[in-house]
């Protein structure tokens, strides 16, 4: 599976965007990027995914990387309760699994 | 949107004993669903692939007559956990591909912790 590497975790402010990175450099055509959350207790939360253009959904955005390699999440305007452990995923169009990293941990200050 | 309803949402069970875990698809059909388990602080762990109508597809090392999983209709899939042991003690995490009007993400339930005892 082709993997990603994301930060083990961050922290910003309530109130003012925040910018999840992640790296995937052995992305291949046929892999679309997806982003999941998981609350304390809960299973993850669907959240936005792309393939080559960048993507905006009421969640979030999603910024690609004009070589594939390297994409941002972007949280406009962070609350509490966007605290949560955030995963980068590949998933090849041609497979239907999808395989969870280790995730970034991010912390929202009051 | 979406729902992917999972039961029970906890439970507690005698070492040796079987437990069910339910998952359902409510407002649309999964023609595929996963199953994940969760330990501590650790993430998810992709355990099988449940399939209407044939069998499982499990990954590697995941013990196939321990984990039963029976996907029954094309809302249901079913995860039975077999002579529990403490070890056994996660968190079990269903979800579907779908439904296919929305995102083309994966919707999950809720999860299921269980502690053997």
């Known amino acids: 599976d082709a993997k990603t590497t994301q930060p083990n975790s961050m922290e910003s402010n309530e109130e003012e965007p925040v910018h999840l990175p992640c790296n995937h450099s052995?992305?291949?055509?046929?892999?679309?990027i997806h982003w999941y959350r998981q609350l304390p207790s809960q299973g993850p939360e669907y959240v936005i995914h792309?393939?080559?253009s960048n993507v905006n959904n009421r969640m979030a955005s999603l910024a690609i990387a004009e070589d594939r390699k390297s994409s941002t999440l972007i949280l406009h305007r962070a609350t509490l309760r966007d605290a949560a452990v955030y995963y980068c995923i590949l998933r090849d169009i041609r497979d239907d699994k999808i395989i969870f990293g280790k995730g970034t941990r991010l912390h929202i200050l009051p | 949107g979406a729902v992917v309803s999972q039961h029970p949402s906890r439970v507690i069970c005698k070492s040796g004993t079987s437990v069910k875990i339910e998952c359902r698809s409510l407002?649309?059909?999964?023609?595929?669903m996963f199953w994940y388990r969760q330990f501590p602080k650790q993430s998810l762990m992709l355990m099988a692939t449940?399939?209407?109508?044939?069998?499982?597809?499990?990954e590697q090392g995941v013990e196939k007559d321990k984990f039963l999983i029976n996907h029954a209709s094309l809302t249901l899939s079913t995860l039975t956990v077999t002579s529990a042991h403490p070890e056994d003690s996660s968190f079990y995490i269903c979800?579907?591909?779908?439904?296919?009007?929305?995102?083309?993400?994966?919707?999950f339930g809720s999860g299921t912790r269980l502690t053997v005892v």
């Open positions: 979800s579907a591909r779908g439904p296919p009007w929305g995102h083309e993400g994966y919707t």
């Open positions: 407002d649309f059909q999964a023609t595929t």
């Open positions: 792309g393939l080559t």
């Open positions: 449940s399939n209407e109508g044939s069998k499982a597809t499990y």
């Open positions: 052995t992305i291949s055509g046929t892999d679309y």
